[in-house]
């Protein structure tokens, strides 16, 4: 990973930066709408999930939402992260000395077992870098066979972080190659962020196409209101808020709260970032605390407007409806913030008080659809919900 | 629906003319590839399958395939059968004295339990006209809720087909509803074939683009070689064919082996048509005996080049890619054109053979995406298979 000191600001510009470097490397994800979620998300919510919970009424908030969805689940690799790992080699390229050093053929190194592993074995292959993977060695088989496809060297480790850290370290020793942490540097959150600016352009330009059909004329600038992102690590959720500033859209972060996952809500609101979580929600892209430059940009300056979190029966129901209305595959953490947008009371409540008749244009990021078959339908096999 | 007699001809030109006539009312769904599943395409197949079914050894064909897909799945009501309800309707308002005798009051009938039921349903609420519904009371309840979600008025008989046709009878005595068949008249099948022509242009656009983009010029003609399309009562796979004669496009059917469901198949290269047929393939759209009309264009004019027929297995197996490689929600029956291209060595041999070191891009239609969760999970559930 480049230096951080050598990053460019974390703003706007540097987000479009960013932006031109990867464009050649990356799919532009197609955004979708569907009426019929729409029209789901514009009722009162339905009662979901465990007696108890206060989620097993039903919703009274009846705010308007159009919602458009962001599919980085067809993204390379499956998920948003290719974004961040293709910036990281284009930095590093551009880093005064990393060639010359013989950069190129140290490589780079991280320790993951999940999409970030993916997208940087494929972002080092397409740059001939050699990549080096640190995996626990109780990693699911197909993780690390998909890893392995994309080329780089699998080593593995304990499952612990301090095992993860201490192989990795010595990858490190041993071959001069760079780390690429997953989301706690400039250089991730940027490349993350141009998922933002895409959204915002093709939500303006699918609003003009519409209005055009209905026989409407161009009149005052449309686009969305808000953007409900998930927020694991945070480095997405981060580099969506800069690609927000100064538009005068919305940013939210969408968490499970099962077992203590939505650790950036709660650091949020008593004020400090929570460093440890410990959970096995079913978004298990979302188990990670938030990491510290996502948090300086989330809440140091308050560029993430609130967190809402849902439970797991919430996530379930809101994947199921993705599947089964808009046909397409995601994960389970992609389905947090929909679940936010159709079930969680204090958005909804929200929605409804500051957008009125007139409604929000909301849009839902689908961060990445690698889910096994098998997990599948372990997930939804009949009876079990 | 519209007396045949007045019906267009089965040309080309027709299908062209039905497109016009639906545009307004149906989708222009979006076509994809996938790098990875071409290449999976273009290695000799794995074993999948049976013991002594023939498919338990690798294959040895080595065709050069460049899998381009058109996802009827995002087409309304989840499958392309939209485009022949809608074709039928419109045609309906266009026959002389239909409209001054009432028949917008009257409305239309089927008797059907799958995606046509419900196409009818949208297509005529659209247009506001009632549509009755003729289901066997042992349908799965949510294709009843979705039917009746469409505003249609759904009238349970018993499963046979006698039992079916007799309630059908009853209705149009008691309502003057016209009957609109689900495969077996020209106005549903030219509508099906407007599939086929947005697939061609999409796809010739789709090759511009990329030789453009990489540096390419443009030189001769190029788009596809071949169409893969599920053949179930054949109404789709004949109004493909229209929609390719005199292109030099080849157009294949697909069906299911299980159980006898390769009625065409059988019939085609017998040379007589199958009328009857029992299987409980997982492809259930495709459990249907070709009909009287889509034969005539499939096999009396020969515009369908062959048919192949896959196994349960390999059928499941190509829905898992479609949905770990593609992230796309695709229903079993759409998954066997793909299975087809990636598994049976007849259809490979042909392409390598024909095509030789220059390949071929072959369209595969994924006819629709209507599959619940629950069945979804049983029938991936870990060890399942």
Not at 134 to 161: E, H, L, Q, R
Not at 201 to 206: G, S
């Amino acid at each position: 990973m480049a230096d951080p000191s050598t990053s460019p600001p974390l703003t706007r510009a540097s987000v479009a930066e960013a932006r031109k470097l990867i464009e050649p490397f990356v799919h532009r994800t197609p955004v979708i709408s569907s009426s019929s979620l729409s029209e789901l998300a514009s009722s009162p919510a339905p009662a979901i999930g465990e007696a108890g919970t206060g989620a097993e009424e039903k919703g009274k908030a009846k705010p308007k939402l159009r919602l458009w969805f962001k599919c980085e689940n067809f993204q390379k690799v499956g998920a948003f992260k290719a974004r961040g790992a293709f910036h990281a080699i284009e930095r590093l390229k551009r880093e005064p000395g990393w060639l010359e050093g013989g950069g190129r053929e140290r490589g780079v190194v991280t320790h993951s077992s999940g999409n970030h592993a993916q997208a940087l074995s494929l972002a080092a292959r397409t740059n001939n870098i050699p990549a080096y993977i640190v995996m626990p060695s109780i990693s699911a088989p197909p993780k690390i066979a998909a890893t392995k496809g994309y080329g780089a060297n699998v080593i593995f480790s304990g499952s612990t972080s301090v095992e993860r850290e201490a192989v990795t370290a010595k990858v490190i020793e041993d071959t001069g190659a760079r780390l690429v942490p997953p989301y706690d540097h400039p250089d991730i959150i940027l490349g993350q962020g141009t998922l933002g600016l895409e959204f915002q352009e093709q939500v303006e330009t699918l609003m003009a196409e519409k209005a055009e059909k209905g026989g409407e004329k161009p009149t005052k600038k449309k686009g969305l209101d808000a953007i409900i992102a998930p927020c694991g690590g945070g480095g997405m959720l981060s580099g969506v808020a800069l690609s927000c500033e100064g538009t005068g859209i919305r940013v939210f972060g969408a968490e499970p709260s099962f077992q203590g996952a939505d650790d950036a809500k709660r650091g949020f609101e008593s004020g400090s970032r929570i460093t440890s979580v410990k959970t096995l929600t079913i978004a298990d892209g979302l188990r990670t605390p938030v990491g510290a430059i996502p948090w300086s940009v989330i809440y140091d300056r308050r560029l993430v407007s609130a967190f809402f979190s849902v439970s797991e029966s919430q996530i379930k129901s809101a994947m199921r409806l993705a599947y089964e209305r808009l046909k397409v595959v995601i994960e389970p953490s992609s389905a947090v913030p929909l679940a936010v947008a159709l079930y969680d009371e204090a958005f909804r409540e929200l929605v409804e008080r500051e957008a009125g008749d007139e409604g929000w244009d909301v849009g839902i990021v689908f961060s990445g659809g690698n889910v096994g078959l098998d997990a599948l339908g372990a997930l939804f096999a009949e009876g079990k919900e």
